[in-house]
């Protein structure tokens, strides 16, 4: 029988890290354990209570010492939770709680959660008062509390900005104390709002299809009422509004994908001969919920005959009525959407015709309605499509510009509404673009700038709601940018953090929804730039267990049928071109041509327009070093040599080359024996902020 603690846990903490602290409180006390497993944890006789929770300790402070009350406190808590910061180090009175309870119960009771500073300071590298962990959690006590010089390595959940972020941190220290397995915890957690919203969603299901019926008895017998259908209508319109409101945060497709297709059926048995304009309305984004699914799902072929039908009905619905905003913005929405299947397929022509329409037709909008906060957030999103549109033709300053103009715009929005989290989200949104467009175009601390905006802002959204998978989505993307700044920047361990947690998110969000391409999608990145990190900085054994889940992620988005172009271009190449650098690593060239051999494949099946996409330089030469590679580990120099100046001779076609593409570039000379050139190139990409250690790496072993 376990023993009853007075308290679940005391919080040892510097005065300094109050605030931490008090967080710390507040997140163990007011957490409420999934009923499942709470439940299970009964039935095995374990407790559940997770308060109350010791923290005001200043009150029981009367010297130097520890004293008795305190002492008393120690004994009666069940947990330890130190706070670590240099200040944690610093503190005679955190020191002596650490020892003092180690003494009393056992090392395994004592959880650690970094605040501040850097674990193991000095031997990463860093100075010694950044040192977070205080000695007792360092080293061992003996028999009478003193400490030893045998070394331990705490293991701690990081609360710092760049760590695993409160929500997990939370979740780890409540599995800890609860002894539960942390995976359970979340999907529990997760599983909970989901089965709370999917009987909303079945519920509601019910009802409307009770009152579809009674209507299309009613019609059957040529007798239509119209206060029932008005009734059926307005459920309809709940479904494809408000409940999918609910249900989008948690991601869940098909139950979505249900809804919109019982609302579709509805509208298929009234016939067009009995509906109104606005039943036509309403029927077009039923057809507009379906377009969205089915772009979620991969499917843009599909989403985009879609769209063109409910295009067609908007204009019609439109030219009818010209003044009516609420036709205005219907068929706004169509148009953005054919034009963003487009700009997926990059597709340009079309994506600029279609954005173009949207933009004039949210200018309509604002013109007709200038005080209406709705229809200028659409004008913001519709500037912000352009500005997508000018980022994928490679035309930076134009991106630049844009974005900052709808920042600027939304800004001024969140301002007049503080903490509302729509614009919330579509600030972060808008600071990702900008991220990614000071990327593109070389601006590494602008990016970094804006990157630590759009996370923050994410982390704000998650404590506002923890269960939003739209949210926790974007707060991937987020890190992928992150870890390719960390890259560029040289900063190896960090990005190899940030690719894990990555992983680790995208992996558990597919999880939760296996038909949302968009998370397989992120899954495969961060497992291909993993393993591409294992294999160039010498641990090429790590790189498979990556490979493995690039591949079963791949297979479930082809599964999905998900065929978008830009998609091809740049995330499942990455997941190929790790697969021929892991054989390479290994000397292993049948198995690394063989790979490059899909890899080409998978090339030769884009249409011809994409291939003069500014992406596709890339990946061709490096292809064709791949290949030389190959032919010089097999002894054919003269072939080997041929392979990679026509790789130079495919960046040659690129107008002006990105740093990775020059990186690129780098590689084929250094392979080329051009010392020279090579090193200039490499000095100047150093000199301009691109530290990749690859580079580096390279560029260190040249000859004077």
Same mark, same amino acid.
């Given at each position: 029988?376990? =023993? ?5 846990? @005391? ?7 109050? =605030? ?30 997770? &308060? ?5 300790? +200043? ?44 003494? !009393? ?34 080293? $061992? ?41 942390? /995976?359970?915890?979340?999907?529990? $957690? ?47 319109? @709940?479904?494809?509004?408000? *409940? ?73 619905? %439109? ?27 990059? /597709? @340009? ?59 600027? %715009?939304? +800004? ?17 949104? +808008? ?7 000071? %990327? ?52 190896? $361990? ?52 990556? *490979?493995?889940?690039? &591949? ?15 998609? *091809? *271009? ?26 490059? =051999? ?34 010089? !580990? ?30 690129? &570039? ?39």
């Amino acid at each position: 029988m376990e =023993k009853n603690y007075k308290y679940k846990a @005391f919080i040892s903490y510097s005065r300094q890290d109050e =605030k931490a602290a008090r967080w710390l409180q507040r997140a163990v006390e007011n957490y409420r354990l999934p009923r499942h497993l709470a439940a299970s944890l009964r039935n095995q006789g374990r407790a559940t209570a997770l &308060r109350p929770v010791f923290k005001d300790r +200043e009150d029981l402070h009367a010297s130097s010492n520890l004293g008795d009350s305190l002492r008393r406190a120690l004994a009666e808590s069940e947990y330890l939770i130190v706070v670590c910061s240099p200040n944690a180090v610093a503190s005679e009175w955190v020191n002596q709680e650490i020892a003092e309870f180690i003494r !009393m119960r056992s090392l395994d009771r004592v959880l650690a959660v970094i605040v501040a500073g850097e674990p193991n300071a000095v031997e990463a590298g860093h100075r010694p008062d950044l040192e977070c962990f205080p000695d007792p959690l360092k080293y $061992e006590l003996d028999a009478d509390g003193s400490l030893t010089d045998n070394r331990r390595e705490p293991l701690a959940p990081d609360l710092r900005d760049g760590g695993d972020g409160k929500r997990l941190v939370r979740l780890k220290l409540i599995a800890s104390m609860l002894g539960v397995d942390l /995976d359970q915890l979340v999907q529990r $957690e997760a599983q909970r709002r989901v089965q709370i919203l999917g009987a909303v969603a079945i519920f509601a299901l019910i009802i409307a299809g009770a009152l579809l019926f009674m209507t299309l008895q009613t019609l059957r017998a040529n007798q239509i009422a119209e206060a029932r259908r008005n009734s059926a209508e307005s459920l309809i319109e @709940f479904m494809i509004s408000d *409940l999918r409101d609910q249900l989008e945060p948690v991601g869940r497709l098909a139950v979505l994908d249900s809804v919109g297709a019982r609302a579709l059926k509805y509208y298929e048995g009234l016939g067009s001969e009995h509906m109104n304009a606005d039943s036509l309305g309403r029927r077009s984004r039923a057809l507009l919920l379906l377009g969205e699914i089915q772009r979620g799902k991969g499917n843009l072929s599909g989403a985009s005959a879609i769209f063109s039908q409910v295009a067609a009905d908007t204009a019609a619905l %439109l030219a009818a009525e010209p003044g009516n905003t609420k036709r205005i913005f219907d068929h706004a929405q169509s148009t953005f959407w054919q034009g963003y299947i487009a700009w997926e397929n990059l /597709d @340009f022509d079309n994506a600029s015709t279609h954005l173009s329409a949207y933009r004039d037709l949210a200018q309509r909008l604002v013109d007709t309605e200038p005080d209406n906060v709705d229809w200028q957030l659409e004008l913001h999103y519709a500037y912000s499509s352009m500005g997508a549109l000018y980022y994928q033709q490679g035309e930076w300053d134009l991106a630049q510009k844009v974005f900052s103009e709808s920042l600027n %715009l939304i +800004e001024t929005i969140l301002a007049a509404q503080p903490g509302n989290p729509e614009y919330m989200r579509i600030y972060a949104e +808008e600071a990702s673009w900008l991220a990614s467009t000071y %990327l593109a175009s070389n601006q590494y601390s602008r990016s970094a700038e804006f990157n630590a905006r759009e996370y923050d802002t994410y982390e704000q959204l998650l404590l506002m709601s923890p269960d939003d998978r739209t949210v926790e989505s974007r707060r991937v993307t987020a890190l992928e940018i992150r870890a390719t700044l960390q890259l560029i920047l040289g900063e190896v $361990e960090q990005a190899r953090r940030t690719l894990a947690e990555g992983e680790a998110q995208a992996a558990s969000l597919a999880k939760l929804d296996p038909e949302n391409a968009d998370y397989w999608k992120s899954h495969v990145f961060m497992s291909a730039r993993l393993a591409l990190l294992h294999i160039s900085t010498g641990s090429p054994g790590e790189a498979p267990a990556h *490979l493995d889940k690039c &591949r079963e992620s791949g297979a479930s988005l082809s599964s999905l049928n998900a065929d978008s172009s830009r998609w *091809l *271009l740049s995330g499942y190449a990455q997941c190929r071109i790790a697969a021929v650098r892991y054989w390479l690593a290994k000397r292993d060239t049948r198995n690394a041509a063989a790979a490059i =051999k899909a890899l080409e494949a998978m090339h030769a099946e884009l249409p011809a327009p994409m291939q003069s996409h500014r992406l596709y330089p890339d990946v061709t030469a490096e292809i064709l070093i791949y290949q030389g590679d190959i032919a010089n !580990m097999e002894g054919d120099v003269s072939r080997a040599m041929t392979h990679w100046q026509s790789a130079l001779a495919v960046l040659d076609t690129v107008s002006q080359l990105t740093h990775a593409q020059s990186h690129i &570039r780098f590689d084929a000379l250094v392979r080329l024996d051009d010392v020279s050139t090579a090193k200039q190139l490499g000095r100047q990409l150093m000199d301009q902020g691109y530290l990749h250690h690859q580079l580096t790496r390279s560029y260190a072993t040249l000859p004077p």
